[in-house]
């Protein structure tokens, strides 16, 4: 039988079921539980806290298999209880008590080694498991509806610039979990950081088209304008994922000029698919629909201060102009609503036109080994499908002229989408659906 209980019905099963971590094998190391393993690494280096992972493990343990959910508990534990946010908490949680541990002295290190790792293997198997239990609960990458589309393409033959931040160690990795993808060694502007930001993005365009080609250009603040520069002139680069923000100017409100002009010309040769933002907001500063519903105010965060940059994009007569720039806009994981951190268009026409709306609050990344959420992800769900439709579009008709078959694959995403009842203000375009867009591509070419 299926269970039908409401989320808080289930999150307290153990009550009556008794079950425990279930997903744990049943010969325990001395009883000891994920939560126990939590509470004693905390002892072992001295801090307090973590309530907040402390109580996913403990609604974690209270858990039955994923075959005894009903389908809307199943759903609230991915949008009401954010599991797929459990993991990379407890990963966070571990990476603190790592660094802690490490500069401990030696004497200390060797006094406590053998607790700490039997904790932490602990809490290794437990992120393993809710990581499964999660997958076989998420809702994936059904929303776009590009089942039969990835099925006939590979996006062999493409090649895509992601301008991002980048872990070298990753890229490594991921050169083998993709092995008929070429991943290139990055192109460095500037004095970069290493994160692994990047590394999600490429995982979710390959995840679509795993025979691509990635280029990955990283790149501080100030060279991102020489990066820009330097795509103008790769006539080979067929698509750009920038899921970063625009380059500012020193007044923060106007894009640098250097910047600009590079981009004014990439988007009218290649197709750049650029995340929208995590502001909450519209370009008018209007809380989205999720936020007012929850009496919430705009997110606060560093990835802010994109609106004002790219409004000045699309500034007087630009606004009207065709060119081959998409955005990026994340939805909740089920795709009937915003997510809550969303940017949405709001009144801006030129915004609206170019934006496709797509789940991406909550997607699988093989290189963090976690769920990960933000607009962010949305843009390389955008890249990915392209590079898909531009191989089936050179494969229909090998003769077009390049920019003949960059327009259509662009026109085939925007005009193939739904809005499936909600309003331009929020979703634009509404979601791409991948399949109608290849069988409607000859259409656009």
């Known amino acids: 039988m299926t269970v039908k209980f409401g989320l808080e019905r289930v999150l307290a099963l153990s009550i009556f079921l008794n079950m425990g971590f279930w997903s744990r094998p049943a010969a325990a190391r001395d009883g000891l539980t994920p939560v126990a393993a939590l509470a004693d690494l905390g002892a072992i280096i001295g801090i307090t806290g973590e309530e907040t992972v402390n109580e996913n493990l403990a609604q974690w343990a209270t858990l039955p298999p994923v075959e005894q959910l009903d389908a809307s508990v199943a759903r609230a534990l991915i949008e009401q209880s954010e599991m797929p946010k459990w993991s990379s908490r407890l990963a966070e949680f571990q990476g603190l008590v790592t660094l802690i541990f490490e500069d401990f002295p030696a004497t200390e290190q060797a006094r406590l080694g053998d607790r700490y790792r039997l904790d932490m293997q602990m809490l290794d ?86 025979e691509a080609e990635i280029v990955p250009l990283t790149t501080d603040a100030a060279a991102y304008p020489q990066a820009m520069s330097y795509l103008e002139g790769r006539s080979d680069i067929d698509l750009i994922n920038m899921s970063r923000a625009f380059a500012p100017a020193a007044d923060q409100k106007h894009l640098d000029p250097l910047f600009a002009q590079s981009l004014r010309a990439l988007i009218q040769t290649k197709i750049v698919c650029k995340s929208l933002g995590n502001t909450g907001t519209d370009f008018g500063g209007h809380l989205n629909s999720q936020r007012l519903e929850k009496g919430l105010g705009p997110v606060a965060n560093l990835f802010a201060y994109d609106l004002d940059l790219i409004q000045n994009l699309y500034a007087g007569d630009e606004a009207n102009r065709d060119d081959l720039l998409i955005f990026g806009l994340n939805l909740a994981p089920f795709a009937d609503a915003v997510a809550l951190t969303a940017t949405v268009p709001g009144e801006a026409m030129a915004i609206q036109s170019r934006t496709l709306s797509v789940p991406a609050d909550g997607v699988w990344s093989f290189s963090t080994d976690s769920f990960e959420a933000g607009s962010s992800f949305a843009a390389p769900q955008l890249t990915g499908m392209a590079a898909l439709l531009l191989e089936a579009s050179r494969l229909q008709r090998p003769d077009a002229q390049q920019a003949s078959h960059f327009k259509a694959v662009r026109d085939a995403l925007i005009f193939t989408a739904d809005r499936q009842g909600h309003a331009a203000t929020e979703f634009g375009r509404g979601l791409p659906a991948g399949d109608r867009a290849l069988k409607q591509l000859d259409q656009f070419l």
């Open 125 to 210: 198997e437990a992120r393993a498991a809710i990581n499964a239990y999660v997958k076989r609960l998420h809702p994936g990458l059904k929303y776009i509806a590009a089942e039969k589309l990835r099925e006939k393409f590979r996006g062999r033959g493409v090649r895509i610039a992601v301008i991002d931040l980048f872990d070298a160690d990753l890229l490594e990795k991921q050169r083998q979990e993709y092995p008929l993808a070429r991943i290139h060694a990055p192109l460095s502007f500037g004095r970069p950081v290493d994160l692994s930001h990047g590394n999600t993005v490429i995982d979710l365009i390959l995840t679509l088209a795993p």
